[in-house]
């Protein structure tokens, strides 16, 4: 812990030099249950009265107030809450166009099916790369005002080699996890060839997209690509060093669940519709679910069962799906109410999910938790309790964001 003889401690409104100190936290969510205080029956690792010192880019100190270390600077919580910033670990915001209208129009009654993505897809390769760039910088902006400190994002809309590589070079200049989603969908020029498209995706398409990506993902519903094509988009993935998560399982059963399980996925994303042997199949991995409730919330249909998964000791992660169709969403804070509200999650759950769960599913370790070493991804609730950002939905209940040590609101 470095101190300076220079600075005083004094309150700052901006606690960005040197180290700092902050107090008067009545609840902190930690995410580690190894913490001296905390009960190891708490996978929440909270903290009574609280604090916490950032030095630089990291989290340095937790611990009671009391014994609180000396710092640079010092800022008051005031009783309110301190989490770890939230992990949107499914996103799609490399994207041209408004689907307004056809929002509108489900909500009159008109079914959600996979095909609305081409809407998208149009519009993408007609917009500008600077227009793209600033659409996703927006919508980054946007999610960090709502403690998302972490972001994946995928490609997907271009669906050719040009305008697929195009959006992740994009991408990984704003966010820190970048997947290569060729096969989101068969794009209209090869209606007559769907096979013809895959090979397109994991030759030429996926050797130019492989080295701006961490991950390949696939769509793997009825609709867009069967079992037998997102197994060969996933290999050819892994070939190239990507690590595999899937979208599986949105719109009905498939085989995509165990697929993800089976090529060792990070994720199974969606997971709205499960068999039995699915939910066996990810009970027994490392591969996380990911439930995603604004896409249910937005397409008015049956949410998924996470109480089953949970009580089958599947490890649960919630992200957004931000995107232009189904999920028009970047608050994780909605997703956290949603969830509880509807999807049979506690808020302790719930809260996890939204953190230390997105980082599982992004098989990190240095986000998602607040403890020594872990990188200072912090926000300050105006609220006494994590609780209340499923008691109070929709209200603004964050007050302060730091990302990486620097208090970025
Ligand atoms: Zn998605």
Not at 304 to 315: E, K, M, N
């Amino acid at each position: 812990m470095s101190t300076s003889t220079t600075d005083s401690t004094t309150d700052t409104p901006l606690g960005t030099a040197g180290s700092t100190l902050i107090t008067g936290i009545a609840t902190l969510v930690t995410n580690d249950h190894h913490l001296p205080g905390t009960s190891p029956d708490d996978p929440l690792g909270l903290l009574r009265d609280a604090a916490v010192v950032i030095e630089g880019d990291r989290i340095a100190w937790v611990g009671t107030e009391s014994q609180a270390p000396a710092t640079d600077s010092r800022l008051r919580a005031g009783g309110r809450t301190l989490l770890p910033g939230f992990v949107d670990s499914h996103s799609h915001l490399l994207f041209g166009g408004d689907r307004t209208e056809e929002f509108g129009a489900r909500m009159s009654g008109r079914p959600y099916t996979a095909g609305g993505i081409r809407t998208t897809v149009e519009a993408t390769r007609a917009t500008s790369g600077e227009r793209l760039a600033a659409g996703l910088e927006r919508h980054v902006e946007e999610a960090l005002h709502q403690g998302t400190t972490t972001l994946e994002t995928k490609s997907g809309y271009g669906l050719t080699v040009e305008d697929e590589l195009r959006a992740l070079r994009i991408a990984e200049e704003h966010v820190d996890e970048t997947t290569f989603l060729g096969a989101h969908v068969v794009p209209p020029e090869y209606a007559a060839d769907p096979d013809g498209y895959v090979d397109l995706v994991t030759g030429p398409m996926l050797a130019a997209c492989a080295p701006h990506a961490r991950w390949v993902d696939v769509f793997c519903e009825r609709g867009a690509f069967d079992g037998d094509q997102a197994r060969a988009v996933l290999t050819a993935g892994i070939a190239r060093g990507l690590t595999p998560r899937v979208h599986a399982g949105q719109l009905g059963p498939g085989p995509g669940v165990r697929l993800a399980v089976e090529l060792g996925a990070a994720s199974a994303d969606h997971c709205t519709h499960l068999t039995g042997a699915d939910v066996d199949a990810l009970a027994g991995s490392r591969t996380v679910a990911t439930l995603l409730p604004g896409c249910e919330f937005s397409t008015r249909s049956p949410y998924p069962d996470a109480r089953r998964l949970l009580a089958a000791g599947v490890t649960v992660a919630l992200a957004t799906d931000c995107n232009p169709g189904s999920s028009y969403t970047s608050s994780m804070p909605f997703c956290v109410a949603v969830a509880v509200r509807e999807m049979g999650m506690t808020p302790d759950e719930a809260v996890w999910a939204a953190t230390a769960g997105g980082a599982a599913a992004l098989r990190r370790i240095d986000i998602g938790r607040i403890t020594p070493g872990a990188r200072a991804d912090l926000v300050l609730l105006d609220a006494p309790s994590h609780v209340h950002l499923a008691y109070r939905p929709g209200v603004p209940l964050v007050a302060a964001v730091w990302q990486r040590g620097a208090r970025v609101r």
